[in-house]
């Protein structure tokens, strides 16, 4: 047993290092990863230990980091690529989309591409445009991606480091406004024997509703689910944890007792995650619903400025305002 | 190719193989098949090539097998064997001398033009015809043959091979003359991508061992050259910092050696090169193009005065490396290649339908699994019924 209190922001760290240790192929790559560890220093002290070969401060070109590692996983390189911000994978978003997603399918199952791009994702640390989206939707509609996020100092330890043993691409999002956020991390174990990467997790047992959540919204479930305990509500709340695929059993199995479901997310509403989960647990579940699977989502509106983004954020009072809809339904 | 190309690093001021006020051309075969016996780049690198007669014969040969083949597939498409083919002809010495120029160990990155370097690399021509019938995506293990497959978003695979590259120095593998080097082909039309340009900075700042193969075929589908650069594409290399040259591309000893010279440079250490080989598409852009909405045929026939395989042969009759009896048995070769490519390509049957749920993930996925159960049983409800 090696239990750590640690940040998620240092938890990441801690699991790039462990990734790097366990094998030499595996490369970090992105903007100011080097010297300064990353604007959020997740990769802080890794080239200083690992060296300019294996953790690369890159030109300032998304396109060219995603491409460049493509071809670095070509040659038998693992490379984990940072974006810098959400906001700015754009430029990036072809090669992701046409290449990286496709390469394995197209060559007939020839060519694995096991390349982690680590977006730190989503709003709430006051910041100008484009650095507080969540674009999670464009990669899980992309087959060939799979898409995970963590939530917890834990998750993120462990899940980066299955993230990068996988051979598949992976989009991994960091809730960038949770990476100060401290919780104690088993950094004993390995990786063949911890809870699997696929997999949602109920994050807190309930008998009432159940609230889905993902990455920063998490933490939201949970304060929503303490505050509605005082209403004499008991809320599950399951952290959904891999985006792509998705891993709805325990949600149907959930909703099958609870009878109601709220799905929690930043992205904007429309054809968001929460849509697909609404169809498909209105598919999987529709003799148990008693209300219709609800949405707590971001509005369908560019990321507004700093000073209106508690308005724009899905908060504890709209989940529990969606948890009363509900049930008056 | 057992000698190969020499280059030899002097100074001097003198170009050759161009005409006054033409941009400088390397060229080692004049269109009405004068052999040039040396010729420079702006830089002073001087170029010769020293080949046998077979290895000039096979180089003959290599171009005239590629355009018939390439003809092969251009007739199946009309005849709706094929969904669409994109055209090599015109380009047949550009891609046989940078083909030939790659030693075993060298890497290709190909767009869907490459056929002719396909060709050269050994490997079987039927391998792409897949992708352009429909019964795959093209695909095979790049590593078996040092070829990647073919890339179709113009210019994607410049950043894959400059990656490929960096592996390479990060392998140790550069710096000595059995180091291993990367070349990739893209067209003009690339050169307005935004990744071709981030490869051109990559690779100039991570010194990569890479050789970027542009072959000017002055349009990109309707549009010429001029939409896509005002200078000559050559010269774009010296903003980024590496070698630009420029090669006559209908010429298949200068490209053979200005591409062995500048893989051997990129092996040794020395960094990226640009070649732009100016060369000309006679034929449509693809199958599904309409070259005379935007070309005037006398255009065309001063190209075909610059024939690539023409030049050869008649250098190869004037020095009498070659008599009718080879011309004619070249021919018969590459007939008898084409009906080989014919028969079985009209022999490649098409998929099962639940393939297509196969190799999107090489971890898998649940949810697909289940899609390819519910699909399959949807096709298996049809059984029987007469439909």
């Known amino acids: 047993m090696a239990i750590e209190n640690l940040t998620l922001g240092k938890a990441l760290n801690l699991g790039l290092r462990k990734a790097m240790e366990r094998d030499s192929k595996v490369l970090i790559m992105g903007e100011d990863v080097g010297k300064l560890g990353g604007v959020f220093r997740i990769t802080d002290g890794l080239q200083k230990d690992f060296g300019e070969e294996r953790v690369i401060d890159t030109p ?76 999670e939707g464009y990669f899980v509609h992309t087959a060939g991606l799979k898409v995970v996020t963590c939530a917890t100092p834990s998750d993120a330890y462990w899940m980066i480091q299955q993230a990068i043993a996988s051979d598949d691409p992976i989009i991994f999002l960091e809730p960038k406004r949770r990476y100060w956020e401290k919780g104690d991390v088993e950094t004993s174990g390995d990786l063949s024997s911890v809870y699997p990467l696929h997999a949602s997790r109920v994050a807190r047992p309930g008998t009432d509703a159940t609230v889905l959540a993902y990455g920063p919204m998490v933490r939201v479930a949970l304060d929503a689910a303490t505050a509605a305990e005082e209403d004499g509500r008991s809320l599950e709340v399951i952290d959904l944890r891999t985006l792509s695929p998705m891993d709805l059993g325990p949600v149907y199995e959930s909703v099958r007792r609870t009878g109601r479901c709220v799905v929690v997310h930043e992205a904007p509403l429309t054809l968001g995650v929460g849509a697909e989960i609404a169809a498909r647990v209105t598919e999987e579940c529709f003799y148990s619903l008693e209300a219709p699977v609800l949405r707590v989502a971001g509005f369908d509106t560019p990321y507004p400025a700093a000073r209106l983004e508690e308005d724009y954020l899905p908060d504890l009072d709209r989940v529990l305002d969606a948890v009363d809809r509900s049930f008056g339904w | 190719m057992a000698k190969g190309a020499t280059a030899s690093r002097t100074r001097s001021t003198r170009a050759t193989g161009a005409g006054p006020g033409e941009p400088e051309m390397v060229q080692l075969l004049t269109p009405d098949g004068k052999r040039i016996e040396t010729a420079q780049d702006p830089y002073g690198t001087e170029y010769t090539v020293d080949f046998t007669d077979e290895e000039y014969r096979g ?329």
């Open chain 1, 60 to 135: 300032l070109a998304e396109s060219g980091i995603v491409g460049t590692a493509v071809g670095l996983a070509l040659r038998g390189y693992r490379p984990v690529c940072e974006i810098q911000f959400d906001g700015f994978v754009y430029p990036a978003y072809d090669q992701i989309v046409a290449q990286v997603a496709k390469m394995h399918y197209r060559s007939g199952g020839r060519v694995r591409l096991p390349i982690v791009i680590r977006i730190p994702y989503g709003g709430g640390i006051g910041a100008v445009e484009h650095h507080s989206e969540s674009p």
């Open chain 2, 59 to 387: 180089l003959y040969r290599d171009m005239v097998v590629i355009r018939k083949l390439d003809a092969e597939a251009e007739a199946l498409q009309r005849q709706g064997e094929l969904g669409i083919w994109a055209s090599l002809r015109g380009q047949e010495a550009a891609q046989v001398g940078s083909g030939r120029a790659l030693r075993p160990q060298d890497m290709a990155f190909p767009t869907y033009r490459e056929h002719g370097v396909l060709y050269c690399r050994g490997i079987d021509p039927i391998m792409p015809l897949g992708l352009f019938r429909g019964v795959d995506q093209g695909g095979w293990d790049p590593r078996e043959f040092n070829f990647h497959m073919y890339t179709i978003v113009i210019g994607a695979q410049t950043l894959h091979a400059t990656g490929y590259a960096m592996g390479i120095a990060k392998d140790g593998k550069v710096g000595s003359d059995d180091g291993e080097a990367v070349i990739v082909y893209f067209g003009d039309g690339a050169t307005s991508q935004g990744d071709v340009n981030e490869s051109f900075v990559w690779s100039s700042v991570f010194q990569a061992p890479i050789v970027f193969f542009c072959q000017n075929n002055q349009y990109a589908i309707s549009e010429p050259i001029e939409r896509q650069t005002r200078i000559p594409l050559y010269q774009r290399a010296a903003g980024f910092g590496f070698r630009g040259i420029r090669v006559d591309g209908n010429d298949v000893l200068a490209c053979y050696a200005v591409t062995r010279a500048a893989l051997d440079n990129a092996r040794r250490g020395q960094g990226p090169t640009l070649i732009e080989a100016y060369t000309y598409r006679m034929g449509a852009h693809t199958t599904s193009d309409d070259p005379t909405r935007y070309r005037l045929p006398t255009e065309l026939e001063e190209w075909q005065a610059r024939d690539p395989i023409s030049r050869m042969r008649t250098f190869l009759a004037d020095r009498k490396l070659a008599d009718d009896d080879f011309f004619a048995g070249v021919d018969e070769e590459a007939k008898a290649a084409a009906q080989n490519l014919r028969e079985r390509v009209l022999a490649m049957p098409d998929p099962d339908p639940l393939t297509l749920f196969d190799h999107v993930y090489p971890g898998g996925s649940p949810e697909l699994d289940a899609q390819r159960e519910q699909f399959a049983a949807y096709l298996a409800s049809f059984e029987g019924s007469g439909h």
